[in-house]
């Protein structure tokens, strides 16, 4: 990859999703051991977890739906292939995530639980499709001069 980038692209959202797995790995503790006559117990964890996902993760899936998609698209096309099945789980995604804050700032571990058990395999699958399929495939397709697009348009996200 050229001098020009200091982390290839793929390299740097990969090494996001294992911060966002280990989250999930924690909270799923967090959720399995919690009480539902003690919100404290849970409560102050997912409160974290939730701003993670909100800034955090909001700013890979822009990463990604303007700088690597965008590049991908005129190989796959938007519709009806890999990519339109990623922005489906984005939007999927970001659903619960509101439907999560909702029972966090309720207190309500039932919806929580309930929420997380769609939550949890819907984003552990996504990184995994991404890790193991949609970026092998990005990085089959994609030109020097492409990733070096993408991965100033990357770091324009970052800025923003």
């Known amino acids: 990859m050229s001098s020009q980038i200091k982390v290839h692209p793929t ?10 797995l280990k989250l999930l790995n924690d909270l799923n503790g967090v959720i399995a051991s919690a009480e539902s ?10 409160e974290n ?8 993760v909001a700013i890979h899936f822009k990463k990604e739906e303007d700088a690597l998609f965008p590049a991908m698209e005129k190989y796959l096309g938007r519709e009806g292939g890999p990519i339109a099945v990623m ?8 659903s619960l ?15 929580l639980r309930s929420t997380w ?3 949890f395999p819907l984003l552990t699958m996504h990184i995994l499709k991404e890790d ?12 020097e ?4 697009e993408v991965a100033q348009k990357m770091d324009g996200v970052k800025k923003a």
């Open 11 to 20: 390299e740097e959202l990969r090494q996001e999703h294992q911060a966002v």
């Open 37 to 46: 006559s003690n919100t404290g117990s849970w409560k102050p964890s997912f």
């Open 49 to 56: 977890g939730l701003a993670f996902f909100n800034r955090d």
């Open 87 to 94: 922005l489906n789980e984005h939007k999927q995604h970001n």
């Open 97 to 111: 995530l509101r439907e999560l804050g909702g029972a966090i700032a309720a207190g309500n571990l039932a919806v």
């Open 117 to 119: 058990e769609s939550f």
């Open 132 to 143: 193991s399929v949609l970026f092998p495939m990005a990085e089959r397709l994609l030109t």
């Open 145 to 148: 001069e492409e990733w070096i």
